[in-house]
C-alpha cells in the first residue's frame, strides 16, 4: 500500500516562496510516476507539474511556467515542488499523487492511483 504525506504549506505574501515535499511510502518511489495538483474553493482539482520516474521528463501547467519547479530524490523517496513568485491565485490545496504510470509524464487525475491528504498553501496579497 503506498502511503504519500505532503508537507511544507503554509502563509506567504505575494512574491515569495515555498517548497512542498510529498514523502512516499513505498517499496521504492522510483516504481512511480509522480505529479503535484492543487485545488482551490469551490474549484475543481487542477494539474500543476509530473515528472516521470527518474526525472528526466517534466511537465507544467502554463499558470506556474517558469515559477515552479518540480523534483524528487528516489534515494529518499521524496518529491518536491519549488514555488517561487507566488500570487494569490495559487492558494488551494496542494496533493502529491502516484502513478505505475512512470515512463512518461501524466497530467490528468485519471491516471493516478494514489493520493496525498494535501497542504494548504495560501498566498496573501
Known amino acids: 500500500q503506498v502511503q504519500l504525506v505532503e508537507s511544507g504549506g503554509g502563509l506567504v505574501q505575494t512574491g515569495g516562496s515555498l517548497r512542498l515535499s510529498c514523502l512516499v511510502s513505498?517499496?521504492?518511489?522510483?516504481?512511480?510516476?509522480m505529479a503535484w495538483f492543487r485545488q482551490a474553493p469551490g474549484k475543481e482539482r487542477e494539474f500543476v507539474a509530473a515528472?516521470?520516474?527518474?526525472?528526466?521528463?517534466?511537465v507544467y501547467a502554463d499558470s506556474v511556467q517558469g515559477r515552479f519547479t518540480i523534483s524528487r530524490d528516489n534515494a529518499k523517496n521524496t518529491l518536491y515542488l519549488q514555488m517561487n513568485m507566488l500570487t494569490p491565485e495559487d492558494t488551494a490545496v496542494y496533493y502529491c499523487?502516484?502513478?505505475?504510470?512512470?515512463?512518461?509524464?501524466?497530467?490528468?487525475?485519471?491516471?493516478?492511483?494514489?493520493w496525498g491528504q494535501g497542504t494548504q498553501v495560501t498566498v496573501s496579497s
Open positions: 499523487a502516484a502513478t505505475l504510470l512512470r515512463i512518461y509524464v501524466h497530467i490528468t487525475t485519471a491516471d493516478y492511483d494514489h
Open positions: 513505498a517499496r521504492s518511489a522510483s516504481d512511480y510516476g
Open positions: 515528472i516521470n520516474w527518474i526525472g528526466s521528463s517534466t
